[in-house]
């Protein structure tokens, strides 16, 4: 792992819940498994530590220096949140995919329906994009865009 720049955004339907930050965080790889760790500077999250792991295996471009998911299919991604909030989430294109979302005032049950995930890497810099449906306990939450950029050390 090595210490990296993250650059975090999220975007919903309303401006107001939208979100980003830049905080450093570590990045490498693990038996071709991509992850991504950082703490999230957010206080209502707490003390809570997130790990992004993205699985790509087969899906890697021919030179293996890109990854568009235009060209294959997209990676799993997997959220992973461990301290006030507690949450491990994957997350298909095209699927539906099922959780649980600890928080300090409880438990809620987690629906997402992915709509697509693009990640792409280049030596110093990689992006992962993703765009997801959320419902919280049956309740429609709306769309959220999750873009994260990640700068410095390799990603080769």
Not at 15 to 29: A, L, Y
Not at 34 to 58: A, H, N, S
Not at 124 to 139: I, V
Not at 144 to 147: G, N, P, Q, R, T
């Given at each position: 792992m090595m210490e990296v720049q993250v650059s975090v955004h999220m975007k919903t339907q309303d401006?107001?819940?939208?979100?980003?930050?830049?905080?450093?965080?570590?990045?490498?790889?693990k038996g071709g498994?991509?992850?991504?760790?950082?703490?999230?500077?957010?206080?209502?999250?707490?003390?809570?530590?997130?790990?992004?792991?993205?699985?790509?295996?087969?899906?890697?471009?021919?030179?293996?220096?890109t990854y568009d998911s235009s060209d294959d299919a997209p990676p799993r991604v997997t959220l992973i949140r461990?301290?006030?909030v507690v949450m491990r989430h994957l997350f298909l294109a095209g699927k539906e995919t099922q959780g649980i979302y600890h928080h300090p005032y409880g438990a809620m049950n987690m629906l997402t329906l992915t709509r697509h995930i693009d990640f792409k890497r280049r030596s110093?810099?990689?992006?992962?994009?993703?765009?997801?449906?959320?419902?919280?306990?049956?309740?429609d939450i709306g769309r959220?865009?999750?873009?994260i950029e990640i700068k410095g050390g390799t990603t080769e």
């Open positions: 401006p107001s819940q939208s979100v980003s930050f830049t905080c450093r965080g570590e990045w490498g790889q498994v991509w992850y991504l760790q950082y703490r999230e500077p957010d206080r209502e999250m707490g003390d809570t530590v997130t790990i992004i792991k993205i699985e790509e295996d087969t899906f890697a471009s021919a030179d293996n220096s461990r301290g006030t110093h810099f990689a992006r992962l994009k993703w765009e997801y449906d959320l419902t919280l306990d049956g309740k959220y865009i999750m873009s």
